[in-house]
């Protein structure tokens, strides 16, 4: 018997939130009921931030990037320098996205603040092992470190180097 109580997932949704993390939180629920441990504001070795990453029992690793409207989607270019660190890239947008915006090369989501579903499965582009290895270990260490922070919210990480 473990002296942690496991986390229960409320089903409301808080009035303040933010169209994206709404989003973010459907899709974390679907790919957690999919088998996949989820990482929300990971930061890539490029300094990149990725909304979401995903990875599968078999290590194969997703990037979802939640666009909350057109706007949000036309402003916003940084996408495209995901590629070289998954081997999935999908959007994840609302009902009301057209799909048309959505390149074919990526993968497209429907989300709301309970759920998702893939509309269109994203092309696989295999990482080299060097970087699987290293987004890999990234993954690992900062699921980590959020963990600890829950346990202990005053402790302190040395950076990186």
């Known amino acids: 018997m473990s002296d942690f109580p496991?986390?229960?997932i409320p089903n409301v949704v808080p009035s303040s939130a933010a169209p994206g993390v709404i989003l973010a939180r459907g899709v974390c629920r679907a790919f957690a009921l999919m088998g996949q441990a989820v990482l929300t504001e990971v930061t890539l070795a490029n300094g990149r931030r990725?909304?979401?990453l995903a990875m599968d029992r078999t290590g194969i690793l997703?990037?979802?990037e939640v666009k909350s409207s057109i706007e949000d989607f036309r402003t916003d270019r940084k996408w495209e320098e995901y590629r070289g660190f998954c081997d999935h890239l999908y959007?994840?947008?609302p009902e009301s996205f057209p799909d048309m915006l959505i390149p074919d090369s990526c993968g497209l989501i429907r989300a709301d603040a309970f759920g998702a579903a893939i509309v269109r499965?994203?092309?696989l582009e295999n990482l080299a092992p060097a970087r699987r290895k290293a987004?890999?270990?990234r993954?690992?260490?900062l699921a980590a470190q959020r963990l600890?922070?829950?346990i202990d919210p005053g402790i302190s990480f040395a950076m990186d180097g």
């Open 121 to 123: 499965p994203a092309r």
């Open 148 to 150: 600890q922070r829950l």
């Open 91 to 93: 959007f994840a947008v």
């Open 6 to 8: 496991a986390p229960t």
């Open 135 to 137: 987004v890999s270990l």
């Open 50 to 52: 990725a909304d979401i």
């Open 62 to 64: 997703t990037i979802i």
């Open 139 to 141: 993954f690992a260490r």
